[in-house]
């Protein structure tokens, strides 16, 4: 049985920030905003750019691009982040009402940045085992952007945060775009090492909270986190999408297009040089900023606007996620 991507859909919100600017908030050299981080431009969020409707456009736009009805649609899975309109809310319904797919059911799924490749894994699962969904959109929006303050040098490697939309439509038996395997690992010894201190039931709300902006994204053990990162990212990072694409009944070099999520420089260019890839196998998102989930979406896209990505070709969209979580996803892509 074939389940295949019918379309893909993007939002970018109209409003973005230079690593010029990031540098000035930040107190740090242009040059390592742009070089060494990666962050040329980042988009953020507009007054009106909230985090499912910024999904409820994506999906619009993968809807249209696919042009199905959207009473066709049997189950949404939303994979926005949880960082939305209302807390305690589940945005997939409002996305399933706004986007006209009354015959629907829908839930949200989170895994940070995780998302997208876990719930391509769940919603092939979904669709295998009942034989009532034949039709999945995957959309979401997210702004985590919101949560960064430049003024703390723990969280410099998330000052690429940004904003956006994605969405994804599967088919099954549909036989172009094919979804094959995917893999996936957790390691929750990294569970506390990136949180939002206040907010929660340990720590509610608090006027002092907020004087102290501990309603903002903060590392608690910093040198504890970057020993063990080491040990474990990378060799995870490469072991996922080594296990996704073998799984699939491929090898490494058949691989022709890795779907990346934005990371500093120096790591995209090992992943790709361990897996034996040029650099035109893939998109560096320096313009984009790093726009969690979305970024498989998005780089998916812009190899499809730009040709990187033909009938035949091997796709491969990998992330990885706080918590720490990592995740593969191979795609045969096209008729071929």
């Known amino acids: ?44 969020p507009g007054a009106n750019d909230h985090t499912c409707e910024m999904g409820i456009i994506a999906a619009k736009r993968a809807i249209a691009k696919a042009g199905i009805n959207p009473m066709d649609i049997d189950l949404i899975i939303y994979i926005g982040e949880e960082h939305k309109e209302y807390p305690l809310w589940t945005a997939g319904i409002k996305l399933q009402q706004e986007v006209g797919a009354l015959n629907a059911w829908a839930f949200d799924a989170a895994l940070r940045c995780g998302t997208t490749v876990m719930a391509l894994k769940l919603a092939k699962s979904l669709m295998i085992a009942d034989s009532g969904i034949q039709t999945v959109l995957l959309a979401g929006g997210y702004r985590n952007v919101d ?9 410099r490697f ?133 726009i969690g989930q979305i970024d498989q979406i998005l780089s998916l896209e812009l190899a499809l606007r730009d040709g990187k990505v033909k009938d035949g070709d091997l796709v491969v969209l990998v992330s990885a996620g706080i918590g720490y979580a990592w995740g593969a996803t191979t795609i045969k892509w096209g008729k071929g």
């Open 1 to 44: 049985m074939n389940i295949g991507i019918l379309s893909t859909g993007i939002y970018l919100p109209e409003d973005y920030v230079t690593g010029k600017q990031i540098a000035q908030m930040a107190g740090i050299p242009e040059h390592i905003v742009e070089e060494k981080m990666g962050i040329k431009k980042k988009y953020v």
């Open 147 to 155: 949560f960064i303050d430049y003024q703390n040098p723990r969280t």
């Open 158 to 290: 998330m000052y690429n945060l940004g904003a956006g939309g994605g969405a994804i439509l599967l088919k099954k038996n549909h036989s172009e775009n094919v979804l094959l395997e995917t893999e996936l690992i957790t390691d929750g010894s990294f569970s506390e090492d990136v949180v939002v201190v206040a907010g929660g039931t340990k720590n509610p709300m608090t006027k002092e909270a907020l004087e102290q902006r501990l309603n903002m994204l903060d590392v608690l053990d910093p040198e504890g986190m970057k020993s063990r990162l080491e040990q474990k990212s990378m060799a995870n990072f490469l072991k996922v999408i080594r296990e996704s694409v073998r799984k699939s009944g491929y090898r490494v070099n058949d691989i022709s297009y890795l779907a990346i999520l934005h990371m500093k420089k120096s790591a995209h260019e090992y992943v790709l040089k361990e897996l034996g890839l040029s650099p035109e196998q893939s998109i560096y998102l320096e313009d984009y900023g790093h």
